[in-house]
């Protein structure tokens, strides 16, 4: 599913060009904020971590 959502994305951009300027332009100003950078990342590794089935006594 996620490379369908990346090949539709590439598809865009290569039909409609002054779209990448607009994607760009997205991305530079979600990477500018700290916090939205660090819940990506936290979400990341959140993602990695395995799940603890129950706490330990």
Do not use: D
Not at 13 to 35: E, F, G, Q, R, W
Not at 41 to 49: D, E, I, K, P, S
Request: proline residues 5%; aromatic residues 8%; hydrophobic residues 65%.
């Amino acid at each position: 599913m996620r490379w369908l959502l990346v090949g539709a994305l590439l598809g865009l951009l290569l039909l409609y060009p002054t779209l990448a300027t607009a994607v760009a332009a997205v991305l530079v100003a979600l990477l500018s904020k700290p916090v939205v950078v660090a819940f990506g990342l936290g979400l990341a590794v959140r993602l990695q971590l395995p799940r603890m089935r129950r706490w330990a006594r």
